[in-house]
């Protein structure tokens, strides 16, 4: 098991920036993936970026150029750095933890608002 705590969120201007952490209760070193998801409001729960144990990085094709999704297992924490942010990545942000056959765990969300 592991428990996630993100923080970071807020309200930010059109292009602006925000950096979430997402600190977890355990080592994340043998964490299969750490990833962050979104959901907006009426919006399914959708994937925004992960990392792999290995390193490897995934992000959605919006996000792409703007977010970085990195990790610090020194601290057990994984972030995004969420740059040139737009109207339509509000959303609440949810930090997951991919252990494969012990199942995945989330976080309780942090809010992103970004203003025009």
């Known amino acids: 098991q592991v428990q996630l705590v993100e923080s970071g969120g807020g309200l930010v201007q059109a292009g602006g920036s925000l950096r979430l952490s997402c600190a977890a209760s355990?080592?994340?070193?043998?964490?299969?993936?750490m990833g962050w998801y979104r959901q907006a409001p009426g919006k399914q729960r959708a994937l925004v970026a992960f990392?792999?144990?290995?390193?490897?990085?995934y992000y959605t094709d919006s996000v792409k150029g703007r977010f970085t999704i990195s990790r610090d297992n020194a601290r057990n924490t994984v972030y995004l750095q969420m740059n040139s942010l737009k109207p339509e990545d509000t959303a609440n942000y949810y930090c997951?933890?991919?252990?494969?056959?012990?199942?995945?765990?989330w976080g309780q969300g942090t809010q992103v608002t970004v203003s025009s």
């Open positions: 990392i792999r144990s290995g390193g490897t990085t």
């Open positions: 355990r080592s994340i070193t043998s964490i299969n993936a």
């Open positions: 997951n933890a991919d252990l494969g056959a012990a199942g995945q765990y």
